[in-house]
């Protein structure tokens, strides 16, 4: 693609960096047959290719974001479905990201719309004021019904939605403290992403995950000082917030990595594991973290990515199928597609593929409350092709497509390593001891 920017433009490192992605396009449209919000809506202009144009535009002519460009930006999903299917390496995921952020600098949003964003970017990342607002959500369901007929209510009506009818205790395993491995020598230390949303919407993630290395010889750090990754306001377009987040984090890894040594930074949810490992580039234009930042970077393993690398025994056919959902995060995002299925085979499950597995399912971090009509049409068309393979479970490996996934099917769904952990010595997962699955391990 053909650019025009002056020198003064390019002078700007984030413009620079976008001009160099926007010559990389050159109109193939390959990525429309993979876009969820082009393959539901039917919009060029809610295609990756079709917001392309919209940011050079606004770029080039280093104008305001406006009502059109702000609607279709809205819509994308950050799936990054387009940067698996590009066949000439266009980086939309960066390019997305810049647009993003001059919208938040340089467009007043509608009343409604900017107190929804804040009130998401001031609870969500913050577990307490998280559990606060999941107890409060139980008094306001009976307005669901209401909220859902105005559209600038719509997000309330999904947040009231989605919202557990009750919340799990806070898992032990979740404060400051060092796993020791429980037995022979220890094969290797690690820190764990303690996580914000996921920790009150599913503690038994990260337990199943410490139990699981713990018992393979893996010391399992959980470090003070641990804040949000940053991911869920980083995709709002709010670089500062999510900044903070990140060089919170780094400094707390660095001081690790520095007293103990680390083999890997260990992330159960590929979400926050996708802007993780774009710490480096982030962070990249700081000079007092850039290094620091690319350090951590590389350190970052999904669970799976890095159980991977462990020798785990085979383990006899327990008889029960799963359905195995690739969050985007984790295809599409970090490149990950082999190794949880094959460690979920290894440990005895039968995998089944649902049909469409590249599309998303519509959770994509505060999406499936800012965008409800969308999402929830993803959302249909995923659980529809989860369940045409008859499973007796579902795993992937991202709290949201749990929560999101959950909300519209009765098959239980469980994070990967919950049944790697069940299959290793580990206990039956609470969310099987209600159900009929059967497994020859209880």
């Known amino acids: 693609m053909q650019t025009n920017f002056t020198p003064a433009?390019?002078?700007?490192?984030?413009?620079?960096?976008?001009?160099?992605?926007?010559?990389?396009?050159?109109?193939c449209g390959f990525c429309t047959a993979t876009c969820p919000t082009y393959v539901t809506l039917g919009n060029e202009l809610d295609s990756p290719r079709g917001r392309i144009y919209l940011i050079k535009d606004m770029l080039e002519n280093d104008r305001p974001a406006d009502t059109e460009v702000v609607t279709h930006i809205d819509r994308c999903l950050s799936c990054l479905a387009c940067v698996t299917t590009c066949p000439s390496g266009v980086d939309y995921m960066h390019l997305v990201d810049h647009a993003r952020a001059h919208i938040e600098k340089t467009y007043k949003r509608p009343f409604m719309n900017r107190l929804t964003r804040g009130i998401l970017a001031a609870v969500l990342p913050y577990p307490g004021r998280f559990r606060m607002a999941l107890r409060l959500a139980r008094l306001g369901r009976p307005l669901e019904a209401?909220?859902?007929?105005?559209?600038?209510?719509?997000?309330?009506?999904?947040?009231?939605?989605l919202a557990p009818r009750s919340l799990p205790a806070p898992s032990h395993l979740a404060t400051p403290a060092i796993h020791t491995a429980e037995q022979g020598e220890q094969r290797g230390r690690v820190a764990i992403l303690t996580g914000c949303a996921q920790q009150v919407l599913d503690p038994a993630i990260n337990a199943a995950t410490i139990r699981l290395l713990t018992r393979l010889g893996v010391e399992v750090v959980v470090p003070k000082g641990e804040v949000c990754c940053g991911s869920l306001v980083h995709h709002m377009g709010r670089e500062e917030q999510a900044l903070a987040s990140a060089r919170a984090n780094v400094d707390v890894w660095t001081r690790e990595i520095e007293e103990g040594g680390l083999d890997a930074i260990i992330i159960t949810a590929s979400g926050c594991g996708t802007t993780i490992k774009d710490y480096g580039h982030m962070l990249r234009l700081d000079p007092a973290y850039a290094e620091k930042a690319a350090r951590v970077s590389a350190l970052a393993r999904d669970v799976t990515e890095y159980l991977a690398t462990l020798d785990l025994p085979s383990h006899m056919p327990r008889g029960l199928t799963v359905a195995y959902h690739s969050a985007c995060s984790m295809q599409h995002g970090q490149k990950i597609t082999m190794a949880p299925k094959q460690l979920l085979k290894a440990a005895g499950f039968t995998v089944r593929d649902p049909a469409e597995g590249h599309l998303c399912c519509g959770s994509a971090g505060t999406y499936n409350i800012m965008q409800p009509d969308i999402s929830d049409a993803l959302k249909a068309r995923k659980v529809k092709n989860i369940e045409a393979t008859k499973p007796d479970i579902i795993a992937t490996g991202n709290i949201g497509c749990i929560t999101q996934i959950a909300s519209a099917t009765a098959i239980p769904i469980l994070h990967t390593v919950e049944l790697l952990d069940w299959a290793y010595g580990g206990e039956r997962p609470e969310k099987l001891k209600a159900s009929q699955v059967d497994g020859q391990q209880n």
């Open 9 to 27: 433009q390019l002078a700007d490192p984030h413009v620079a960096a976008s001009e160099q992605i926007l010559r990389k396009c050159v109109h």
């Open 146 to 161: 209401l909220f859902r007929r105005h559209q600038a209510l719509k997000p309330f009506a999904a947040m009231l939605a």
